[in-house]
């Protein structure tokens, strides 16, 4: 859940107003496809940018209370991010098959030793492998060794393997 959610799934409910008339409300025509896009925000945060819009006019939500929410989302999000963690590898065993795997206390701390150990791995079992340094930062490794590149996180958009189940995202080993 995030504030955001929270904030239209509080005034929905304390307008008394049911998924099917809210769907009704935001124009769709099948009320079905509608309540389920509302429910699925209201669980995951996860919306279409014109649903927001919509949902907002139909509650009465105004963009200064969505905009203070995001903000909410966005500081939790960042002090959350900001913690330190253990780096560690995910490696790809097959496809939707992940493990995952320590990188050796001797090497933490230096981004170049873990970076070799990562490729080398890759390399050595032929597997693709995912070496997360931080709720930040991943490097992502080929079955060949090689670098494929490294993906930062931001606010709204994860880092590392991530797999959908139901429309809902799993980060792999996070």
């Not at 945060?45 to 006019?57: D, H, I, Q, R, Y």
């Not at 090497?107 to 070799?116: I, K, N, P, Q, V």
């Not at 997360?132 to 060794?145: I, T």
Request: charged content about 25%; proline content about 3%.
């Amino acid at each position: 859940m995030s504030h955001l959610s929270d904030l239209f799934q509080q005034r929905r409910e304390a307008t008394g107003i049911s998924f099917g008339e809210l769907a009704r409300k935001c124009g769709y025509s099948n009320v079905s496809k509608g309540s389920n896009r509302i429910q699925k925000f209201e669980q995951s945060s996860k919306f279409e940018p014109t649903l927001l819009g919509k949902l907002a006019a139909a509650l009465g939500i105004t963009s200064a209370e969505i905009h203070r929410a995001v903000e909410q989302d966005r500081a939790e999000w960042e002090a959350w991010a900001s913690e330190p963690i253990e780096p560690h590898m995910i490696v790809r065993l097959v496809a939707a098959f992940y493990s995952r795997s320590a990188i050796p206390l001797e090497l933490r701390g230096d981004r170049a030793a873990m970076e070799g150990f990562a490729g080398d791995y890759a390399a050595t079992n032929r597997v693709r492998v995912c070496l997360v340094l931080s709720r930040r930062l991943s490097v992502w490794f080929e079955r060949d060794g090689r670098c494929s590149g490294a993906t930062e996180d931001t606010f709204g958009k994860r880092n590392g393997p991530v797999m959908t189940v139901e429309g809902r995202d799993f980060l792999i080993g996070g």
